[in-house]
């Protein structure tokens, strides 16, 4: 019996050892780098086989480098890099949202690595368009690199429109509401939001804030170079945006997700919805006819079109930076961007990389992107994180009636006067 | 001879019973000291600690991140939050109010379902085991049950409305009315909660002497006054434990409220902790989420300790 506590005391010591060995710092086990890459889980799942083949292709060319890929949903992602940068759990790898409200706070809290000897070593300034760059040198170093260039329009359903006797596309604002008026008294749900998500109907609010404000008014805003209360636009701009929450979106949308809004699109109970370029191989993977799907951009009357820009960092403290770059080197190459475009997005951040054999699908985001002249950012990533948080408050009671439109933009501004 | 001499003194008996007391208490302590030091550490460590520094902490302006400066602002945060936070007040009438509800609903739910299983019944174990069960379920799985009852196109409303021509069933928004949102939430909350409130009761009907009941109907007594003269004066203890317990749980609210709405419509169903949690790791402002939970810390204390002091008060004096 005495020896029983003995044998148990041993193998106590024995598991500690075993399970703190397993601990031990990534890249630390046989010889092997392990980087590990933090990013949102894609929407489609094709698109989630496409970067496991890319991160195997790599580990097979690099059979020193293996990397572990963690992906999460957008709220969970943005609650991980939170909690885990700055710390020995920070990731060698993360994606961002490279808009200054959002992605800007990780850059400012210094966990991103500056990256400007890797841009020398592997030339990448030569690989990135001028407004990909931007988004990279506009903390005054090189702050990651490029990932994605998304463009956001408004996909809809041929087969409702025709039903609701629309015959094309509306080219003008005016255009798109008698559109929503046709398709609702034709008993169809003319647009799709999913309200819980926040940033999902804010995609309308800063269309129709770019529309009645203009381009230059809406970057005057969002930079805080005027004033929400002074700007007359802004009140037209929440009083057409109570016009859309209370007449043409899907009854009960505050209440609902981006995901349980989408199956409405998919099976053929919405007419509209305002989503990336992602949203292709989504369209596909939920099985609807992409024949029946066109897309327009959003008809605001000037010449940008709605987007945004992710990108990849190296955190400031990642033990196996070079290993980092290597992969972000291969992760942006000619060989890999073609494999990524298939599946992601209508445009590569790759300019050597063009798309080639696309279906007619896909390829309605060419004159689309083609004709923009610059991009009105989501307003999530522009504003700083309190202040999108209500900003998002006051859109919400916007859309339940619970706040008088033309009180909305002198309510916002209290707010960013206070901060 | 008759002795002149006083017998000697003996010390009086509360004098020795005092000291023999409390030397059996240092020695118990002591004695007890080795086995509560792993649980006092963990306490302290887990619970103290941070309790301490986080209201260190809103007292700081900080951003969150290990290498961002933290701020010295003294009551800065307090005066924001009290004047200038859109949101913290409707948070703070929401948990009042979720409170005040949880003391009532879950709690009185519990001790009927208690009084009805307690007495022998076909099924009875059956029927506990159904109304203990959402008790042990995950409070997110719980969530996102309910979430999708209250589904506006495809929920428990919509096909009852469909089902049995109700129309008006269809159109309420369980969870998109602003007004009806925290109810539907608390709905959710009572049907997770009300088991072990129950199951908790029941322990504490155990200990009811039957003979005391027998007496009371022996002497005339009809059900609602054996309940209230017999049945819940002996139920205090548990009471308190349950009262307790409900307060702190219903307080610190969280998961439903995040898993249904995640504060919406419009921070229409925000709570003090949930609206801690989103300045702290949503906002990056630290300083008022911290500043939030002394406050819900101060709210606890409040309630919970005059309770325990008045009900150890009415224990000590009956």
């Not at chain 1, 997700?257 to 990336?276: Q, R, V």
């Not at chain 2, 961002?68 to 003294?74: C, H, K, R, W």
Request: proline share 4%; glycine share 8%.
């Amino acid at each position: 019996m005495r020896a029983l506590p003995k044998v148990v005391a041993l193998s106590t010591a024995g598991l500690l050892v075993a399970t703190l060995g397993g601990c031990a710092s990534s890249g630390d086990a046989d010889g092997k780098t392990t980087i590990t890459w933090f990013k949102l889980t894609e929407t489609a799942d094709s698109a989630n086989a496409t970067i496991d083949e890319i991160v195997a292709d790599f580990e097979q060319a690099n059979p020193d480098i293996s990397v572990k890929v963690e992906e999460r949903a957008v709220d969970a992602h943005k609650d991980a890099l939170r909690t885990t940068l700055g710390t020995s759990g920070a990731p060698d790898v993360f994606f961002s949202w490279a808009g200054p409200g959002l992605g800007g706070e990780f850059i400012d809290a210094g966990a991103s690595l500056d990256l400007e000897k890797y841009y020398e070593q592997y030339d990448w300034s030569k690989r990135f368009s001028e407004t990909t760059m931007s988004t990279v040198t506009q903390y005054g170093g090189y702050d990651g690199v490029p990932y994605t260039q998304r463009t956001e329009a408004v996909f809809y359903n041929k087969d409702l429109f025709a039903q609701a006797g629309i015959t094309a596309a509306p080219t003008s604002y005016d255009e798109l509401v008698a559109d929503a008026k046709a398709l609702k008294a034709a008993g169809i749900t003319p647009i799709e939001f999913g309200g819980t998500v926040n940033w999902h109907v804010m995609r309308l609010l800063d269309s129709l804030l770019e529309t009645e404000c203009g381009a230059d008014t809406y970057q005057d805003l969002v930079t805080e170079e005027a004033s929400w209360a002074d700007e007359s636009c802004v009140t037209d701009t929440y009083t057409e945006f109570a016009t859309w929450t209370s007449e043409y979106l899907n009854p009960g949308f505050i209440s609902i997700n981006n995901d349980e809004s989408s199956s409405l699109f998919y099976s053929g109970k919405a007419a509209m919805a305002i989503e990336g370029d992602w949203f292709n191989q989504v369209v596909r993977d939920n099985g609807m006819d992409e024949s029946t799907v066109g897309i327009f951009a959003f008809p605001t009357g000037t010449d940008r079109i709605y987007g945004f820009n992710e990108n990849n960092y190296i955190s400031a403290n990642s033990k196996h930076p070079d290993a980092a770059a290597k992969f972000l080197d291969y992760l942006t190459s000619d060989e890999a961007q073609q494999k990524f475009i298939a599946t992601f997005g209508s445009r590569s951040v790759n300019v050597d990389v063009l798309p080639e054999g696309q279906s007619d699908f896909d390829a309605q985001w060419n004159p689309i992107v083609e004709a923009a002249k610059g991009v009105y950012m989501n307003n999530d990533q522009n504003l700083s994180l309190a202040e999108t948080t209500e900003y998002w408050r006051i859109q919400n009671l916007v859309a339940t009636g619970e706040l008088d439109p033309a009180d909305a933009g002198s309510e916002f501004q209290k707010f960013i006067d206070q901060e | 001879m008759t002795s002149t001499t006083a017998p000697p003194r003996r010390a009086s008996r509360p004098a020795v019973a005092g000291r023999r007391t409390r030397r059996l208490a240092r020695t118990g302590f002591i004695a007890a000291l080795p086995f509560l030091a792993p649980a006092l550490a963990a306490y302290l460590v887990f619970v103290v600690g941070p309790t301490v520094e986080s209201i260190r902490l809103s007292f700081f302006e900080w951003s969150g991140f290990q290498g961002a400066p933290q701020e010295f602002v003294g009551v800065k945060n307090y005066v924001r939050i009290f004047t200038q936070d859109p949101v913290f007040w409707t948070a703070f009438s929401n948990t009042l109010v979720w409170v005040v509800l949880s003391l009532f609903i879950p709690l009185g739910l519990g001790l009927v379902l208690a009084l009805a299983l307690n007495r022998p019944l076909f099924g009875r174990n059956v029927f506990r085991s159904m109304f203990y069960i959402p008790g042990v379920l995950a409070p997110i799985a719980i969530a996102n049950m309910w979430r999708w009852m209250y589904n506006p196109n495809y929920g428990v409303g919509v096909t009852l409305a469909e089902l049995f021509n109700l129309p008006w069933l269809a159109e309420i928004q369980w969870l998109g009315d602003k007004n009806l949102a925290l109810y539907s939430i608390f709905a959710a909350f009572v049907w997770q909660i009300a088991g072990t409130n129950m199951v908790l009761f029941l322990a504490g009907l155990q200990s009811v002497s039957p003979e005391h009941v027998e007496a009371a109907r022996l002497d005339g007594a009809n059900a609602w006054q054996v309940f209230w003269n017999v049945t819940f004066p002996a139920l205090r203890p548990t009471t308190v434990v349950v009262l307790v317990l409900t307060i702190i749980n219903s307080i610190k609210v969280f998961d439903l409220i995040v898993g249904m709405t995640g504060g919406g419509p419009a921070q229409g169903t925000q709570v003090l902790a949930l609206w801690s949690f989103q300045q702290s790791f949503t906002n990056h402002e630290y300083g008022m989420g911290n500043a939030i939970a002394t406050v819900l810390l101060v709210i606890t204390l409040l309630i919970v300790v005059p309770y325990m002091v008045w009900t150890a008060r009415q224990e000590k004096n009956s």
